[in-house]
């Protein structure tokens, strides 16, 4: 099955530690996202990647990093310094960049802070 | 900055009926807009993609429309099912711009 996956489904964290939500896909895309979707809220953009080693922020990458070692995988990692990491996290992958091209998302990883 | 809105937050209609979930957005260079459907605690799967260049698209009993110059675009679905219940939301994407800009979304209750 061609797809997205997201792990874990839900993600536990102590205030001041950093967790790496995982990202795979084997659509052959060359671009991936990581979206923040909170209640009430659109969805909003962390950061994107359109080639393997290459990434660029979004709208709210501070407290966030990613990498891109491989063209199927996305890691995103948040960190202590992100203030309010409560939140919905979703993956997209596109074939190339956003023009002309369907996202598709992955089933989301909900990270919660104790 | 782009903006989308989409009115109503929720909407509930009777089972078999026609209705229409509305879409707007500020800023008229865009590339494409995307129509996608949101389970509770779910991904969100696309449901139909529209180019700035066409006027509407068709997927089964969707059909979605878009008006670049009033900024504004619906999704259409026919005899609708409990089945369609979800959250629908709406993204633009920009000229010269690689992300996605999402409205709120409508939850959609269909009652059977």
């Known amino acids: 099955d061609g797809g997205i996956t997201q792990s874990p489904k839900y993600l536990f964290r102590k205030e001041g530690q950093n967790v790496t939500l995982s990202c795979e896909q084997n659509?052959?895309?060359?671009?991936m996202y990581w979206y923040r979707q909170d209640p009430g809220q659109g969805l909003r953009l962390i950061y994107y990647s359109q080639i393997v080693n290459d990434f660029q922020k979004g709208d709210i990458a501070e407290g966030y990093s990613v990498s891109r070692e491989k063209k199927e995988s996305f890691p995103l990692t948040v960190t202590s310094a992100q203030k309010n990491p409560t939140a919905f996290y979703l993956c997209?992958?596109?074939?190339?960049?956003?023009?002309?091209?369907?996202?598709?998302f992955g089933p989301g990883t909900r990270l919660t802070v104790l | 900055k782009q903006e989308v809105t989409q009115i109503p937050a929720a909407l509930s209609v009777p089972e078999g009926e026609n209705l229409v979930l509305n879409c707007s957005f500020t800023?008229?260079?865009?590339?494409?807009l995307q129509w996608f459907r949101q389970d509770p605690g779910k991904g969100l799967t696309s449901l139909l993609l529209i180019q700035s260049s066409q006027r509407e698209q068709t997927s089964g009993r969707l059909n979605a429309s878009l008006d670049k110059s009033s900024g504004r675009s619906t999704l259409y679905i026919a005899a609708s099912q409990p089945g369609d219940s979800a959250t629908y939301l709406c993204?633009?994407?920009?000229?010269?711009?690689?992300?996605?800009?999402f409205g709120t979304g409508t939850r959609l209750t269909i009652i059977p």
């Open positions: 659509l052959n895309h060359d671009a």
């Open positions: 800023d008229s260079a865009i590339y494409n």
């Open positions: 997209a992958s596109s074939l190339r960049g956003a023009v002309y091209n369907e996202q598709f």
């Open positions: 993204a633009v994407n920009d000229f010269g711009n690689e992300k996605l800009t």
